[in-house]
């Protein structure tokens, strides 16, 4: 058992020395590693005053440029569009100018007359012209993940109000810059996590308002979503909507993390009021081996640039435990490459009430002590007392006009109403960095042989104060 332990520790020293840039054919006791891990994680010196609940002056018509109409970017602009005249689109960059002209045409399609829209592309840094134009209240990012924090500190840089697409942050560098830069700008700087919008998310969190789980103890989430097959798609064929460059799968060849966490994570931070009294703590993750891409790369034709690749560096499934301050548990995974039906999990226990999704079922205390799943009719009881005032109001709106059942019509509306209003928005730069520095985190977590690893403080202390949660004000 001592010899194992030894052998387990070179190997961590290792592994360490190379990630954390220590000089090589040394060995480093534990407490510098981990004392790296924890200087890796600390807080730099703060730059501006805290953006916490921010509120700007009201503007009443939200002037927008978009930046990236690919997949996603397309259905943004059908649902920015529907908002309008709260909000206007006034410029559209793309590096593609296909997709620029593509996205022009939905809008004439929509509107029934020729959009006057700027448009930018042609160069990978068009965007910043974009940027730059003085008639642009904010700007939407929804560009492949790796460009989105640069981005944003840009915008924010040339006095812009930012929305980001998923995650917003891939370092822990960037998600400093982030906050700094908000801090600095005073400017909003919100992540676009549009499952906290879900009707099953908000009834749930509704229900957690109220008491209805008890004491919450832990919660499974994850992303559960085969794109093996997309994945490969090379987006040299427009028709077939595969990603940019084959951003996505570049990034499942070089990064063994987490890549996608804030879909699952998002709803269950809100649950856990995590920034608003409590807090991630630290994580501890593991990858299995890598298989699906590589078995399935042969099957990909010979001019894709994954032909026949042997070397992915990311496991099929990523798992993470995340604890809290308050001693939570989070279990979190990330799969995109298996044969499985979609799934978020967005499963939560408490000491009165159990949920599972997909599909959703609740068990209560109060009903046989939990040991049976509600019967349909008891659900839908359930369903109907704690559905979301926003679901209640809007439910027809945002199931016509806004994509995933309705989530990203509302995620909008409430951007651009809270905008209109001069109020707070309900996901501050805090949320968006806490629930994508998974990625980095779960990549030293796996690195390391799975050790834990701590959270930075992005809100420096201020998490510990109880704060409303802004999803039911101003409905
Ligand atoms: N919230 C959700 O439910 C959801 C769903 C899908 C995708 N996403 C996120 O949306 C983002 C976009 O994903 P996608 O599926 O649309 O990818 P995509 O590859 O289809 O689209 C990205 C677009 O960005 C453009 N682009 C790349 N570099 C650029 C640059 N330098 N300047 C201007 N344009 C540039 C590309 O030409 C492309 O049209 C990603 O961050 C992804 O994680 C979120």
């Known amino acids: ?91 559209i960059c793309d590096i593609r100018e296909s997709r620029v002209t593509r996205a022009l045409d939905l ?14 592309s042609g160069s990978k840094d068009a965007w910043k012209e974009m940027v730059k134009r003085d008639d642009l209240d904010l700007v939407v990012i929804i560009t492949p993940a790796p460009e989105h924090a640069h981005m944003a500190v840009y915008s924010m840089q040339q006095g812009k109000h930012v929305a980001s697409e998923v995650p917003i942050s891939f370092t822990l560098e960037d998600s400093w810059k982030l906050v700094d830069t ?20 908000l009834w749930m969190l509704n229900m957690v308002e109220n008491g209805v789980f008890g004491t919450l103890t832990h919660a499974e989430a994850g992303y ?46 809100n649950y856990m009021k995590i920034g608003r009294g409590d807090k991630f703590d630290h994580l501890v993750s593991m990858s ?10 042969p099957d990909s034709p010979p001019e894709n640039a994954y032909y026949d690749r042997k070397n992915f560096a990311r496991g099929d499934m990523n798992s993470a435990f995340i604890k809290t301050v308050k001693g939570r548990l989070i279990t979190l995974k990330h799969d995109v490459v298996s044969p499985r039906p979609y ?55 945002a199931e016509q006009n806004g994509g995933h059942g309705g989530m990203d019509y509302i995620l909008f509306y409430r951007l651009i109403d809270n905008l209109n209003k001069g109020l707070p928005l309900d996901m501050e730069v805090y949320d968006g960095v806490n629930w994508s520095v998974i990625v980095p985190l779960t990549k030293m977590s796996v690195e390391l042989g799975s050790v834990p690893v701590k959270f930075p403080d992005f809100l420096r202390g201020k998490w510990k104060d109880e704060r409303e949660l802004r999803f039911f004000k101003n409905v």
Not at 241 to 263: C, D, F, K, S, V
Request: glycine letters at 8%; proline letters at 4%.
């Open 1 to 91: 058992m001592k010899r194992q332990n030894r052998r387990d520790f070179l190997k961590l020293s290792a592994l360490s020395a190379g990630f954390l840039g220590l000089a090589p054919g040394k060995l480093y006791a534990h407490e510098s590693i981990e004392e790296k891990l924890n200087n890796l994680t600390a807080s730099p010196k703060r730059q501006g005053e805290s953006v916490m609940g921010l509120r700007v002056d009201p503007i009443e018509q939200v002037r927008i440029g978009i930046i990236g109409v690919g997949n996603r970017g397309y259905g943004h602009v059908k649902t920015l569009n529907a908002l309008a005249p709260k909000a206007k689109i006034v410029a």
């Open 107 to 120: 809008l004439q399609s929509l509107n029934n007359k020729k959009p006057k829209i700027a448009t930018y």
């Open 182 to 201: 908000a801090e600095a700008t005073q400017k909003h700087c919100m992540m676009l996590e549009n499952v906290c919008y879900g009707e099953e998310e």
């Open 224 to 269: 559960l979503h085969n794109l093996l097959h997309k994945l490969f798609i090379s987006s040299s064929d427009p028709e077939k909507r595969g990603y940019y460059n084959q951003w996505r799968l570049r990034l499942h060849a070089n990064i063994n993390a987490n890549l996608y966490p804030t879909h699952g994570l998002g709803p269950v931070a």
């Open 288 to 297: 299995s081996l890598e298989a699906s891409l590589h078995e399935y790369s």
């Open 343 to 397: 799934s978020r999990i967005n499963a939560l226990t408490g000491t009165k009430a159990c949920h599972e999704g997909y599909p959703s079922r609740l068990s209560l205390y109060k009903e046989d002590n939990g040991h049976q799943w509600l019967n349909e009719v008891k659900l839908k009881e359930m369903k109907e007392k704690y559905e979301h005032p926003i679901w209640k109001k809007m439910k027809s709106e």
